[in-house]
């Protein structure tokens, strides 16, 4: 890389990342969908330029639900470090594609940014994951590939959040165990703010059915003292919340973490203008916006079933259902979460009416440790590439694949980083990436895995310990 410096290198490389993207995007592996054909040929194609990027040991380990997580490996020298680069490629439904400003599944570009669903979640990370991984292998020629044990995992099945990875990896245990875990699956606090993600909130979903009566009735004729099993879900989720919005639910007490130095802040001001919040309606909840994002509990409805408009009529319902998501503060047992919605439902049911209370899945929440080595590599390079210091924050999403791999490789760094910045919209209509995003961070990404391999025991030091070894003793490349 000192013949050609990385950012250079990466730059020459975007056209390629287009091109890679738009490919990807164009197949529809939209999450539990029942045809598995778009699925089996993103698998295959991200295999195919995994390997094209230099490691040549490709794996394509296939799951129960048929979908198939591509592994891809570049042995290293006994004792090297051993790094897993992760990201997926399922995503969620486009679902009105007629709101979408140009196709979801066609990569286009406008004012700069590239838009289609999965462009930034999680496909453009796997783009990124690529670039850097091109951009080590074509310095080759002035400096050798980085002494790394390098795997690379892109799934196929996290947006149900059911950590099926933990599954399958644990199905092969034949696998390298790694000392290092970069997620790519967030993204910066602000377009061009280089950001480490520290924190994730855990997620409980249940589906909830009330029900009043055996039959369907008319409600000209029985109104009135007739039990309607909608009226009567209606009550019940507006106990959810109290009249500031804030959750309702009693559960264990999670502190809130005490902000770092660098922790991203938001303003009431900034927050209503990215999440597009209307002029005069209210925020929700008490405290801080980061707080409120990042460390205290949310409850969503995200669905109801009731007959659509255009199919009403004068009817009483006898059963009515909603699914309900909770998505829990870092720390908090999901477990215990779910009892407590569970009691709080049950105890607030009106009329006596009957209630059925189905888990749908569950997420556990996420802590990092950053205090290792792996970390302070990732703010240096992230800084040296995006040209300012990174801020470290929280997500209010759940990622179960980060407690999946704290389970099974409890002594290894989890990293949190990726593309998805917050004009992204990731899950809404028109999502997109920054093209510039996934060159810095595939830039700080070429550096971090060269500079991490440039550590090493250090004899004469207590316990071993790291010491950074960049060429030449020098800062490398900017």
């Not at 209010?396 to 593309?419: H, K, N, Q, W």
Request: net charge negative; aromatic share 4%.
């Amino acid at each position: 890389m000192s013949a050609a410096p990385t950012a250079a290198t990466v730059r020459a490389l975007m056209p390629r990342a287009r091109e890679d993207l738009a490919e990807l995007v164009a197949l529809r592996t939209v999450a539990r969908t029942p045809s598995q054909d778009h699925f089996h040929r993103a698998a295959r194609r991200i295999a195919a330029l995994l390997a094209d990027a230099g490691l040549p040991e490709i794996r394509l380990l296939p799951f129960e639900d048929g979908t198939e997580t591509v592994y891809a490996r570049r042995p290293g020298p006994p004792g090297a470090p051993t790094v897993a680069l992760y990201a997926h490629y399922d995503v969620v439904s486009a679902q009105d594609e007629t709101a979408w400003s140009s196709p979801p599944f066609e990569l286009t570009e406008r004012d700069g940014r590239w838009y289609g669903r999965g462009s930034a979640d999680c496909k453009g990370n796997v783009v990124m994951h690529l670039t850097a991984l091109r951009a080590l292998q074509d310095a080759l020629a002035g400096e050798p590939y980085p002494g790394l044990d390098l795997v690379v995992l892109v799934d196929g099945c996290e947006e149900p959040g059911d950590a099926d990875l933990e599954k399958l990896l644990r199905a092969h245990p034949d696998l390298p165990t790694p000392d290092v875990v970069v997620v790519a699956d967030t993204g910066n606090a602000a377009s061009g703010t280089p950001t480490v993600t520290t924190s994730l909130r855990g997620m409980a979903v249940v589906e909830v059915e009330i029900s009043t009566l055996s039959r369907t009735l008319h409600s000209g004729q029985y109104g009135g003292p007739t039990p309607d099993a909608l009226t009567a879900l209606i009550s019940l989720l507006a106990t959810l919340h109290d009249s500031q919005g804030t959750p309702c639910l009693p559960g264990p007490e999670t502190a809130v973490p005490a902000p770092r130095a660098n922790t991203a802040r938001y303003t009431e001001a900034d927050f209503r203008a990215e999440a597009g919040v209307l002029d005069g309606v209210a925020l929700l909840g008490v405290g801080t916006i980061a707080d409120r994002l990042w460390n205290l509990p949310s409850v969503t409805v995200l669905a109801v079933q009731s007959p659509p408009l255009d199919d009403a009529v004068p009817a009483l319902l006898p059963s009515a259902k909603a699914l309900l998501s909770v998505r829990t503060p870092p720390g908090a047992d999901v477990s215990r979460v779910h009892e407590a919605l569970a009691a709080h439902l049950r105890a607030r049911t009106p009329w006596g009416a009957h209630l059925d209370i189905r888990r749908v899945t569950s997420g556990p929440s996420f802590l990092a440790d950053t205090g290792g080595t792996a970390h302070a590599l990732m703010r240096d390079a992230l800084r040296d590439a995006f040209g300012t210091q990174p801020l470290e924050v929280g997500a209010g999403g759940s990622i179960a694949v980060c407690s999946a791999f704290r389970t099974l490789y409890p002594d290894a760094e989890i990293i949190l980083c990726g593309v998805e910045d917050p004009p992204s919209n990731i899950h809404g209509t028109d999502e997109s990436v920054s093209p510039a995003e996934i060159a810095a961070l595939a830039h700080a990404e070429a550096l971090f895995l060269r500079r991490l391999a440039a550590t090493r025991p250090d004899p004469h030091r207590p316990g071993g310990g790291v010491t950074r070894t960049p060429p030449n003793g020098q800062q490398e490349n900017r």
